[in-house]
């Protein structure tokens, strides 16, 4: 093969613009290598040129080589290694000369944890990132440079190994997007009230016992997650803001909730599942703007009629209760997709049901129902249905769900 079909190919396969023909391109470089090296000829310079003709290199398991190889690529501006094999301790010290860079993404989807255990030192030299994205990787510690990148948005830290609530984090003062999800972390500096464009606070599953005071005076606040932390209140100014949209305090250890709760009519997310709740809020179904709710373990006896109101659920979560029977206007959430009403006393489901037209998961396992409505059998989307053993599922709505399972098998 010649050094020109090498470059015209790469070139083609390179400027498609297509995340295959992208990959395919960084195989066939590994190909061509063995004759590339018998002519004395180095394949990743070969291809220098063609590589800095693209903007995005994403999707492709030999990146890293290729900035170790070539050096600076110019024109990159967004690194996505989520299908990649990188498995290093360190990023290349070429990673740094990426100057436009604005994306980073070292989060492997498929591979999950990562070695990765410390960023750059001189991180900050990428003025212009935007993102980054080290999810699952093995950081104790953050680079004290990180505190330069001054148009940083979203920075996610999820599962990793921080102990310490990372101050440098306080000095990104353009920050909108923080995970610092499943880190051992146990209290939160009161100074993120720095942070004034904070929109969204993930804190789920850290080490917090008391609210993190500050949070409730972020005034552009609008996604706050506290779930899974032993958290025992939250304050009334967290709720008199009127432009909070997701509020998850699941499996908290949340007792009382501000009376000022039922004020905010634009929630789209309001988990309270398994806390410790005093006295439940049957104002929650006056929400009509909720897309997730979660009243899973609370108790409660009875879904009221009302619910057929909140038209725009998607996820509904009323599992572990003491209910028996389901009203007939949950045929109305004509866009639920889950709904899990699993370990309740129900003996049987409406035929309206049947109009749940988008339902494709159902958790309904430890429950007395008997028989599925006939009315099921046109349910379109269904995937999954969780049953006491027994229940028969008729042929149809069995191969509805052979159908659709494979949609969902990867997702």
Do not use: W
Not at 83 to 93: I, Q, R, T
Not at 132 to 154: D, F, I, M, W
Not at 194 to 203: A, C, P, S, Y
Not at 224 to 253: A, F, M, R, W, Y
């Amino acid at each position: 093969m010649s050094e020109e079909y090498t470059e015209q190919k790469h070139l083609q396969l390179l400027e498609s613009g297509n995340k295959a023909n992208i990959e395919l391109a960084f195989q066939l470089q590994k190909g061509l290598s063995s004759e590339l090296i018998a002519k004395k000829i180095n394949a990743y310079q070969v291809l220098a040129p063609l590589f800095n003709r693209i903007n995005t290199i994403t999707n492709t398991e030999y990146l890293i080589d290729v900035i170790a190889n070539i050096g600076p690529l110019a024109s990159i501006k967004e690194v996505d290694l989520k299908y990649s094999y990188f498995d290093k301790e360190m990023l290349p010290d070429e990673f740094i000369e990426l100057k436009n860079l604005e994306v980073f993404n070292g989060y492997r989807r498929y591979r999950r944890e990562s070695k990765l255990s410390a960023l750059p030192e001189n991180i900050g030299e990428l003025s212009k990132l935007r993102e980054l994205n080290v999810a699952y990787c093995a950081l104790q510690q953050l680079p004290t440079s990180l505190g330069k990148l001054k148009g940083l948005k979203r920075l996610n830290l999820f599962a990793n190994k921080l102990s310490k609530f990372p101050k440098v984090i306080l000095e990104l003062e353009n920050l909108e997007y923080l995970d610092l999800r499943s880190n051992p972390i146990q209290q939160i500096p009161p100074e993120i009230t720095q942070l004034k464009h904070l929109k969204q606070v993930i804190l789920g599953r850290t080490q917090l016992k008391a609210f993190p005071k500050g949070i409730e005076s972020l005034p552009n606040l609008t996604l706050l997650d506290l779930s899974n932390n032993d958290i025992t209140s939250i304050p009334t100014q967290l709720v008199e803001n009127k432009g909070l949209k997701h509020l998850n305090l699941d499996n908290t250890k949340v007792s009382i909730l501000p009376e000022k709760l039922r004020d905010l009519q634009g929630l789209t997310f309001l988990g309270l599942g398994n806390c410790p709740l005093q006295k439940f809020p049957d104002y929650v179904f006056d929400f009509q703007t909720l897309e997730v709710l979660h009243l899973n373990n609370l108790g409660i006896e009875v879904i009221p009629a009302k619910i057929g109101l909140m038209t725009q659920l998607q996820d509904l979560d009323i599992g572990h209760n003491q209910i028996t029977i389901l009203p007939p206007e949950i045929g109305n959430l004509q866009k639920l997709r889950d709904l899990t009403i699993s370990q309740n006393p129900i003996e049987s489901l409406p035929k309206e049901m049947g109009k749940l037209e988008r339902l494709t998961f159902l958790y309904a396992y430890n429950t007395k129902i008997k028989e599925l409505p006939k009315e099921m059998d046109d349910l379109y989307y269904i995937a999954s249905i969780s049953i006491p053993d027994g229940v028969k599922i008729s042929e149809k709505l069995t191969q509805t769900m052979d159908d659709n399972i494979g949609d969902y098998a990867f997702s």
